[in-house]
């Protein structure tokens, strides 16, 4: 994996509430990782969102072991990731803090009984959407995530825009929406951030979603560190 710019990163997350990294994954492994989601012995379970009232379209999650790309992302981006997030913990008072080896927290949660791995491959036809949601999945919770596009804007698809919205005190929600290219990724709270104000820091609520595909077939792999109960 490349290097990374982790202060802008961390930067941009601090001050939008997510950050864009540019063509993280390239082409031919997003139409790699895209084909795997018609290899049902890849995932573990398959959800068809209509039916539980998440949206229109559907995801699976995969099964151990993950593709090599996969797991290898979950691994690399985990220690830095675990720094911005033990110093959010800090700016929102939260006692919680996470091991800078990502196989020290999966022990965690595995100790738990949040032993399903939660990365996963999305699909969405023309008119499909995702309600904006948290991915938590259990006690614990690991405070950032990752998403990946693996279809082409304009030419797989159009509509389908990742969108963020934050909820801060006393204010109306702010909604982010996000573009991304083939193979770029975004960074983003899985539920909250610390936002500095007039009174100090306070916790921000945080969901995400996906709008209404207008046209074609968009696929997004999406990466969770914490694993599910």
Same mark, same amino acid.
């Given at each position: 994996?490349?290097?990374?710019?982790?202060?802008?990163?961390?930067?941009?997350?601090?001050?939008?509430?997510?950050?864009?990294?540019?063509?993280?994954?390239?082409?031919?492994?997003?139409?790699?990782?895209?084909?795997?989601?018609?290899?049902?012995?890849?995932?573990?379970?398959?959800?068809?969102?209509?039916?539980?009232?998440?949206?229109?379209?559907?995801?699976?999650?995969?099964?151990?072991?993950?593709?090599?790309?996969?797991?290898?992302?979950?691994?690399?981006?985990?220690?830095?990731?675990?720094?911005?997030? *033990?110093?959010? %913990?800090?700016?929102?008072?939260? @006692?919680?803090? !996470? #091991?800078?080896?990502? &196989?020290?927290? =999966?022990? +965690?949660?595995?100790?738990?009984?949040?032993?399903?791995?939660?990365?996963?491959?999305?699909?969405?036809?023309?008119?499909?959407? *995702?309600?904006? %949601?948290?991915?938590?999945?259990? @006690?614990?919770? !690991? #405070?950032?995530?990752? &998403?990946?596009? =693996?279809? +082409?804007?304009?030419?797989?698809?159009?509509?389908?825009?990742?969108?963020?919205?934050?909820?801060?005190?006393?204010?109306?929600?702010?909604?982010?929406?996000?573009?991304?290219?083939?193979?770029?990724?975004?960074?983003?709270?899985? &539920?909250?951030?610390?936002?500095?104000?007039?009174?100090?820091?306070?916790?921000?609520?945080?969901?995400?979603g996906v709008s209404r595909l207008r046209s074609g077939l968009r696929h997004t792999l999406g990466i969770i560190f914490h694993d599910a109960s």
């Amino acid at each position: 994996m490349r290097a990374l710019d982790w202060r802008q990163i961390e930067d941009d997350l601090n001050q939008y509430g997510c950050a864009v990294v540019p063509g993280l994954l390239d082409a031919d492994a997003c139409v790699a990782l895209a084909a795997q989601y018609e290899d049902a012995s890849r995932f573990r379970s398959k959800v068809v969102m209509q039916r539980h009232g998440f949206g229109q379209g559907e995801y699976q999650y995969f099964a151990h072991p993950l593709p090599e790309v996969v797991a290898a992302l979950r691994t690399g981006l985990y220690s830095p990731l675990a720094a911005i997030a *033990n110093r959010w %913990h800090a700016a929102m008072g939260i @006692e919680t803090r !996470f #091991p800078s080896s990502h &196989a020290d927290f =999966l022990a +965690r949660c595995h100790a738990a009984g949040q032993t399903r791995p939660t990365p996963l491959l999305l699909r969405y036809r023309e008119g499909d959407y *995702n309600c904006l %949601h948290q991915d938590l999945y259990g @006690e614990h919770v !690991f #405070p950032l995530q990752l &998403a990946v596009l =693996l279809s +082409r804007p304009q030419e797989d698809f159009t509509g389908g825009e990742f969108v963020l919205t934050e909820q801060r005190p006393r204010m109306q929600s702010r909604a982010e929406v996000v573009p991304l290219a083939q193979g770029d990724a975004v960074l983003f709270p899985v &539920a909250q951030r610390p936002v500095i104000g007039t009174r100090g820091t306070y916790r921000v609520n945080m969901r995400h979603g996906v709008s209404r595909l207008r046209s074609g077939l968009r696929h997004t792999l999406g990466i969770i560190f914490h694993d599910a109960s």
